[in-house]
């Protein structure tokens, strides 16, 4: 049917509905083990870009995974406008974990603090460093996880050849040889710290002496907590919810909400 000179056009199909299936799993304990209650999960959350996920259980431990399925090459809107294939399923590798909260006694209350992590929050990330939030009962804790490289010390000065006890050393006589005494029976003890006079260095120096080196040829992550919200709460923290300012976050108990920045 004709209208306004044009046709008119089909209806369009509905998408097709949204279908959830089974990818990847965390934690399979083995046969016959017996489930720890401190190995419970208690909080999960991703962070704003899904290539991080972080988990806590109530033992007070934050377990941090990171994707691995995918590798950015530029800015998230230019790879949003990027056809994707739907068939393929994000896969998640351990990262790193730590221990967040410990359990605690409120000798005022006489109430125990248990260190079940209640809530996860992420928070921007900064310099290549990954920021996030976690809370149980009564504690708040900022956390900064970090690659750190782990610095060995080598070319140390030590020569193989010049430890097997027959030989010491080069100018080691210096230092062991006997106190000079002179004749009244009285030791010079200064002259016994100092080298001798006729010490000299051999011609192409000493090669057992060489200088210690600093490398760093390992990386690992290093998780510090920066700062420490407590004692603002005086019934159990239910939720934490950080601003998009990145500067402000608030906390919920069951009759309060605090404002933090």
Same mark, same amino acid.
């Given at each position: 049917?004709?209208?306004?000179?044009?046709?008119?056009?089909?209806?369009?199909?509905?998408?097709?509905? /949204?279908?959830?299936?089974?990818?990847?799993?965390?934690?399979?304990?083995? %046969?016959?083990?017996?489930?720890?209650?401190? !190995?419970? +999960?208690? %909080?999960?959350?991703?962070?704003?870009?899904?290539?991080?996920?972080?988990?806590?259980?109530?033992?007070?431990?934050?377990?941090?995974?990171?994707?691995? !399925? #995918?590798? #950015?090459?530029?800015?998230?809107? !230019?790879?949003?406008?990027?056809?994707?294939?739907?068939?393929? =399923?994000?896969?998640?590798?351990?990262?790193?974990?730590?221990?967040? =909260?410990?359990?605690?006694? $409120?000798?005022?209350?006489?109430?125990?603090?248990?260190?079940? +992590?209640?809530?996860?929050?992420?928070?921007?990330? %900064?310099?290549?460093?990954?920021?996030?939030?976690?809370?149980?009962?009564?504690?708040?804790?900022?956390?900064?996880?970090?690659?750190?490289?782990?610095?060995?010390?080598?070319?140390?000065?030590?020569?193989?050849?010049?430890?097997?006890?027959?030989?010491?050393?080069?100018?080691?006589?210096?230092?062991?040889?006997?106190?000079?005494?002179?004749?009244?029976?009285?030791?010079?003890?200064?002259? %016994?710290?100092?080298?001798?006079?006729?010490?000299?260095?051999?011609?192409?120096?000493?090669?057992?002496?060489?200088?210690?080196?600093?490398?760093?040829?390992?990386?690992? /992550?290093?998780?510090?907590?920066?700062?420490?919200?407590? =004692?603002?709460?005086?019934? =159990?923290?239910?939720?934490?919810?950080?601003?998009? $300012?990145?500067?402000?976050?608030?906390?919920? !108990?069951?009759?309060?909400?605090?404002?933090?920045?």
């Amino acid at each position: 049917m004709k209208k306004g000179g044009g046709t008119e056009g089909s209806v369009a199909s509905p998408p097709p509905p /949204l279908e959830w299936r089974f990818s990847q799993v965390f934690g399979e304990r083995l %046969a016959g083990e017996e489930i720890q209650e401190v !190995d419970i +999960i208690s %909080a999960i959350e991703f962070d704003k870009t899904g290539d991080h996920l972080a988990t806590g259980d109530r033992g007070g431990r934050v377990v941090l995974f990171e994707r691995t !399925d #995918r590798k #950015r090459v530029g800015p998230r809107k !230019d790879l949003e406008k990027i056809d994707c294939s739907t068939s393929r =399923h994000p896969e998640f590798r351990y990262q790193t974990e730590f221990q967040s =909260h410990e359990p605690e006694f $409120d000798y005022l209350k006489s109430l125990e603090i248990e260190e079940k +992590i209640n809530k996860i929050r992420w928070c921007q990330m %900064a310099n290549g460093a990954l920021f996030l939030l976690s809370t149980n009962d009564k504690t708040i804790k900022f956390w900064k996880v970090q690659e750190k490289k782990i610095k060995k010390v080598s070319n140390v000065n030590v020569d193989p050849s010049k430890t097997n006890g027959s030989h010491p050393p080069a100018g080691a006589n210096t230092l062991t040889s006997p106190k000079p005494c002179v004749p009244n029976g009285i030791c010079d003890v200064r002259s %016994a710290n100092y080298l001798s006079s006729d010490f000299s260095f051999p011609p192409g120096g000493i090669p057992s002496l060489h200088l210690p080196m600093v490398t760093s040829q390992e990386t690992s /992550l290093v998780a510090r907590c920066r700062r420490i919200y407590a =004692h603002a709460h005086d019934y =159990h923290i239910n939720s934490i919810s950080n601003n998009s $300012d990145g500067e402000t976050f608030i906390s919920a !108990d069951d009759l309060r909400i605090n404002l933090w920045n």
